[in-house]
C-alpha cells in the first residue's frame, strides 16, 4: 500500500477510541443529570465531580486525537 | 500556518506553531524563547493581579480586589476541602501550581502568542514536581508506614501479589498521566484551530463559492475559541485538583 494512504487510513483508526469516550462522557452526564433531579441540593458537590469526570475521560478522546495528529502531520 | 507547497496549493502545517524561537538581544545567547517570555509575563500578570488587588482592603472591595479575593477564595476552598485541614500548609504550593497553568493556557489563546503549557518538558517538570512533593510530604509523615499504601487496609492477604504491583504501577503513571493531559489538551485545541485556518485559506483561493463557504471554518474557529477558553479554566483546575488529591493521600493514606 501506499505510504500516504497508510498514513491517513492510521489516522482514522486511531480515533476510533473516541467512541468509547463518546460513551463515557454521555453516561457522567446521565448520571449528573439524575442525581441533580433526585436531590437539587446536592447540586453544587455533584457538579463540580462531574466536570472532573468529564475532564478526566475528555483526555482520553485527546490522548488518541494527538497520536492521530502525530500520524498526519510528522 | 498554511504554507504554500511548491505546486501552489497550501498544505495543512499544524505543528510549525509549536515550534520555540528565541527572544531578545540576549535570546539566542542563553536560550530565552518566547515560551519563557511568556511564563514571565503570566507569573507578572498573577502578581500584578495580587499586588494590586489586595493593596486598597477596602471594606467593600471593587472590581481588582474582588478579583484577588475571588481567586483566593476560591484555590483556598479547593485546597482545604480536598486536602483536609492540613491544606493550609499545601495552599501557596496549590496557588501558585493553578495559576502557572491557567496563565500558560489562557495567554496561548491570545493572538500571536505561544502556548508554554503545550510543550511536554513543561507539563512534565509540573507533574514530576507535584509527584516528588506527594512522596515527600508521605515519607515525612507516616516513614516507613508509607508504604502500606500500597496494600490497602482489609484487603485479602493472598491479593497481595496482585494488588501491590497494581497499586505500585497506579502511582508511578500518576506524573505520566497528569503532565500528557495537560500537554494533550492544548496541543490538539491549537492544532484543531491551525486545521480550520487553514481550510479557510484553501476554500478561499478557489472561487467565489469557496469564499462563501469558507464562512464554515471561521465560525467554527469562533465556537472553538470559547470552548478553548473553557478547556483553559477547566484543565487547570483539573491539574490543581488532582494535586490536591494526591496531596490527600499523601497525607492520610487512603
Not at chain 2, 500578570?45 to 476560591?74: H, I, K, M, N, T
Not at chain 2, 500571536?112 to 514530576?128: D, E, K, Q, W
Not at chain 2, 490536591?244 to 487512603?254: R, S
Amino acid at each position: 500500500m501506499d505510504v500516504a494512504a497508510a498514513t491517513k487510513l492510521g489516522a482514522g483508526i486511531a480515533v476510533i477510541a473516541l467512541a468509547g469516550v463518546g460513551i463515557g462522557i454521555g453516561n457522567i452526564f446521565s448520571a449528573l443529570v439524575t442525581s441533580i433531579a433526585r436531590n437539587p441540593s446536592a447540586r453544587d458537590q455533584v457538579f463540580g465531580l462531574g466536570i472532573l469526570g468529564f475532564a478526566l475521560t475528555e483526555a482520553v478522546a485527546l490522548f488518541a486525537l494527538l497520536i492521530a495528529f502525530l500520524i498526519l502531520f510528522t | 500556518m498554511a504554507v504554500a507547497a511548491p505546486t501552489g496549493e497550501p498544505t495543512i502545517d499544524a505543528l510549525s506553531q509549536f515550534k520555540l524561537a528565541p527572544v531578545g538581544f540576549m535570546g539566542s545567547a542563553v536560550n530565552f524563547t518566547q515560551a519563557n517570555l511568556l511564563m514571565v509575563i503570566g507569573a507578572g500578570l498573577v502578581l500584578a493581579l495580587l499586588y494590586y488587588g489586595s493593596r486598597p482592603r477596602a471594606v467593600v472591595p471593587g472590581r481588582l480586589q474582588a478579583a484577588a479575593e475571588l481567586s483566593y477564595d476560591f484555590v483556598y476552598n479547593m485546597a482545604v476541602d480536598q486536602i483536609g485541614p492540613e491544606g493550609k500548609r499545601f495552599f501557596p504550593f496549590v496557588f501558585t501550581l493553578f495559576f502557572f497553568v491557567l496563565m500558560g493556557n489562557l495567554l496561548g489563546l491570545v493572538p500571536f502568542s505561544f502556548t508554554y503549557t503545550s510543550h511536554i518538558a513543561v507539563t512534565a517538570a509540573l507533574a514530576l514536581l507535584v509527584i516528588v512533593i506527594v512522596t515527600v510530604v508521605a515519607l515525612a509523615e507516616h516513614g516507613w508506614t508509607f508504604f502500606t499504601y500500597f496494600f490497602p487496609s482489609g484487603a485479602p492477604v493472598f491479593l497481595a501479589p496482585l494488588i501491590v504491583p497494581i497499586e505500585i504501577i497506579s502511582y508511578l503513571s500518576r506524573p505520566v498521566s497528569l503532565s500528557i493531559r495537560l500537554f494533550a489538551n492544548m496541543v490538539a485545541g491549537h492544532v484543531m484551530f491551525a486545521v480550520f485556518a487553514t481550510f479557510v485559506v484553501m476554500l478561499g483561493g478557489h472561487s467565489l463559492v469557496g469564499s462563501i463557504a469558507a464562512i464554515g471554518p471561521v465560525a467554527i474557529n469562533v465556537v472553538l475559541i470559547g470552548f478553548e477558553l473553557l478547556v483553559a479554566a477547566l484543565q487547570a483546575y483539573v491539574f490543581a485538583i488532582l494535586t490536591c488529591i494526591y496531596l490527600h493521600d499523601a497525607v492520610h493514606l487512603h
